[in-house]
């Protein structure tokens, strides 16, 4: 049986244990052996980590120690896979650069608050986002520093409204990637659980959670 584990914790305002709700028995459905916890220890369990196909990060803002953060690193290096949203997975442990690296960019602003946005599939092939077309979100739209590294799948444009310096600027809002041997998903798109009622959203995620996991 394939296992996941959903660490979730930080800041209450994008509901981490509401989102955990949204997605652990979509895990379960596809057959995984799904464990929840509210404490990074979690990351010092060297055998647990690299026992585990795929972690879902749910922890926002917050620290992380030095040990933790190298738990959860090497697992996956060694082939364990991550995949997130932004509510738990960038804008997570601003201090800690390594951490910032596996995930691909961190977040830095949502001009505006909530707004109404877009999200555009630009890889229409790829099995995280075959079949989906561009959506509509009413919430944070996020400015994030991106690796180029990153196989983007989806974008957003920032209109200026809201920010006039950034008018026009497309950023990445869906990408995969790979940190050693583990594969990396993220999408930016989850601000709170309400988030993932619509339907691209919540697919997306879902998906995203497959590809990554080995």
């Known amino acids: 049986m394939k296992s996941a584990l959903m660490v979730w914790g930080g800041w209450e305002g994008h509901e981490p244990k509401q989102c955990v709700d949204v997605f652990a028995p979509y895990l379960r459905e596809q057959g995984y052996h799904v464990e929840i916890a509210d404490t990074l220890d979690v990351y010092l369990d060297q055998a647990k980590m690299r026992s585990l196909s795929l972690v879902v990060p749910v922890w926002t803002m917050g620290t992380i120690t030095g040990e933790q953060e190298k738990g959860l690193l090497e697992a996956v290096k060694s082939g364990v896979g991550i995949a997130g949203w932004h509510g738990g997975m960038a804008d997570s442990f601003r201090n800690n650069v390594g951490y910032q690296f596996m995930v691909g960019g961190p977040w830095v602003a949502h001009p505006g608050g909530v707004i109404d946005y877009e999200v555009n599939i630009i890889n229409h092939k790829d099995p995280i986002t075959a079949g989906l ?4 979100m ?67 995620v879902q998906r995203g959670m497959m590809w990554a996991s080995r």
Not at 153 to 162: D, P, Q, R, V
């Open 133 to 136: 077309r561009d959506f509509k």
């Open 138 to 204: 009413h919430s944070e739209q996020y400015y994030l520093h991106v690796d180029p590294s990153n196989e983007v799948l989806a974008t957003t444009t920032f209109s200026g409204e809201h920010a006039s310096w950034i008018a026009g600027c497309v950023m990445p809002a869906v990408w995969k990637r790979r940190w050693g041997a583990g594969r990396v998903f993220y999408s930016s798109v989850g601000h709170v659980a309400k988030d993932f009622d619509v339907l691209e959203a919540r697919t997306i």
